[in-house]
């Protein structure tokens, strides 16, 4: 098993930056897909970013050219890098680890509880 906390969500204006962070413990980091997912109130959780065990990267397209992810194997971590941040940036998010690599939340096997973003206007 694989537990996650993330931390680094705020409050910020809008086109400022933020750096989220997701703290994984348990189960071999390495051996796991990781994603972003983040949930507005009122809608479905949609998918943001995901980073292979190998380090390839993927980001859906609202957030391309403003959010990066990236892992760090050694330090069992992963990150969100969001710049440029809009209104509609705001959400809950969500870091998650899989076996499969994937855009969708069924794939994805272990979850952290969430950071809260509020991108003020």
């Known amino acids: 098993q694989v537990q996650l906390v993330e931390s680094g969500g705020g409050l910020v204006q809008t086109g400022g930056s933020l750096r989220l962070s997701c703290a994984a413990s348990g189960d071999t980091f390495s051996s796991y897909h990781m994603g972003w997912f983040r949930q507005a109130p009122g809608k479905e959780r949609e998918f943001v970013a995901a980073?292979?065990?190998?380090?390839?990267?993927y980001v859906t397209a609202s957030v391309k050219g403003r959010f990066t992810i990236s892992r760090d194997n050694a330090n069992n971590s992963v990150y969100l890098q969001m710049n440029s941040l809009k209104p509609e940036d705001t959400a809950v998010y969500y870091c998650?680890?899989?076996?499969?690599?994937?855009?969708?939340?069924?794939?994805?096997?272990?979850w952290g509880r969430g950071t809260q973003v509020t991108v003020s206007s």
């Open positions: 998650a680890a899989g076996k499969a690599f994937g855009t969708y939340s069924r794939m994805y096997d272990y």
């Open positions: 980073v292979t065990k190998s380090g390839d990267t």
